[in-house]
């Protein structure tokens, strides 16, 4: 149950929300059935019934008197089962997206009714509505033998999981324990982390795993993508600010930052030479994502809107170091054929050339290419060090990376046409993009989906290519159906992969 609660945050699976609603209207369609069956057709029809009628069949259950309305509203059941619907119905109301995402305003001190606390909190009302429910089910009004008041054996194996998945988690994050390295805070209020990583802790890259703050909040978890790669001696997160949570996040580190040094990135800085203590981090983790398969594909597809580029800067930069292992493992391989062949010609010992370095598994992916679109041109700050080793080291061109700034009318507008000749210019005398500020191009306005699938299939005929999408919902089912119409036409075959916040 707490598992259920955690992935509901801005940084989520649309599709796990939407099956969250869904079991939530449920609910609310069997409690209004359940509680109008009763105030509206069972008490009425009981207080109404005929003296005849009670006495022969109701009269053992309900005592002589004849019951009231009211007092069997007043009843253990009645006042258990409204307390019940009031609560659910505060926490149904407090996990709409108008409270929940704080669309509606409210004056002090009544906003605390708005954000994700107040819909994280207000979900744990669930302990209360379990114990009423269990009361309610052992008051059933016509029937007495313990038996057959079977509430508790529904609730007992959830009940059982949620403790068990509680208790897990608590002793896994002590298990894990992490020192913070860095900590940078970048234009967009994005709270970069870099942390220690614990021996234990093996992931994949596209993977996302569970983080507490105690200064901040000692109850809640928050699931963020991993943007480290898994051979990187240390762990990392980019956290944006969208909530309650984060926004309290990015205070709690902003107060043991300082300035950055020149040649440094962020507009505050922090590293285990401040001297000021950094707040404790507890994690919890790795959980699977869809991005984690990406090596399953001879091509890839990378699309990012804004913070969504998080789960991909991990994937470049594990195809990034498979790579160098791969020129690494072949330069090595051609310097023992080398001397293989020059001790051949001194000593004709067949034994010689049995010493092999041991091959590394053949990495099916052949190209990437990795779409990030942003409104913002502070956003390619946060992967700047990235984008760069990437253009550098990648001399096979396997990788290939394209900005988008929406921001800017699109190239060709006329009103475009000074920063666009300033950018090429720049870019071919220095080799940095004066947008960015890095090696990768930035156009401007949105990419055309359509041509860059088009491309993709004139390319990698026969293929099997990789979509994976993280960012909003509207591009996903563009995506989605463009993948759908370019596999009924063609032979290079798309398949989409999402994850939305």
Known sequence: MSLLLYKMTPSNDLIFLSSMQT??????????????????????????????????????????????????????????????????AVAFTLATRWFRKSLIKFPKPFDRL?????FWYSHHLFVIVYILLVIHGVCLYLVHEWYKKTTWMYLSIPVLLYAGERALRFFRSGFYTVRLLKVAIYPGNVLALQMSKPPQFRYKSGQYMFV??????????HPFSITS??????????????????????????????????????????????????????????????AQDYRNYDVLLLVGLGIGATPFISILKDLLNSIVKMEEQADSVSDMSRTSDLSNGSNDTPSSNKVSPKRRKALRTTNAYFYWVTREQGSFDWFKGVMNEVAELDQRGVIEMH????????????RSTLITMVQALNHAKNGVDVVSGTRVRTHFARPNWRKVLSKLCSKHCNARIGVFYCGAPVLAKELSSLCYEFNQKGSTKFEFHKEQF
């Open 23 to 88: 079991i939530a209207a449920a609910i609310v369609i069997g409690v209004i059935l359940h509680a109008g069956n009763h105030l509206a057709c069972d008490f009425p029809k009981l207080v109404n019934s005929s003296d005849g009628d009670y006495d022969m069949f109701l009269k053992d259950d309900f005592g002589a008197k004849k019951p009231s309305y009211a007092s069997l509203a007043r009843g253990a059941e009645g006042v258990t089962g409204i307390l019940m619907v009031i609560i659910m």
């Open 114 to 118: 708005t954000g994700f606390n107040a």
């Open 212 to 221: 507490q703050c105690p200064a901040v909040s000692p109850f809640e978890w």
């Open 229 to 290: 790669a898994p051979g990187d001696d240390y762990l990392s997160v980019h956290i944006r600010q969208l909530g309650d949570w984060t926004q309290e996040l990015r205070r709690v580190f902003s107060e043991a930052c300082e300035c950055p040094v020149a040649g440094k990135s962020g507009l505050l800085r922090a590293d285990e030479t401040t001297k000021k203590i950094l707040p404790k981090l507890l994690i919890d983790g790795p959980y699977g994502a869809p």
């Open 403 to 414: 900005n988008y700034l929406t921001s800017v009318y699109e190239e060709g507008d006329a």
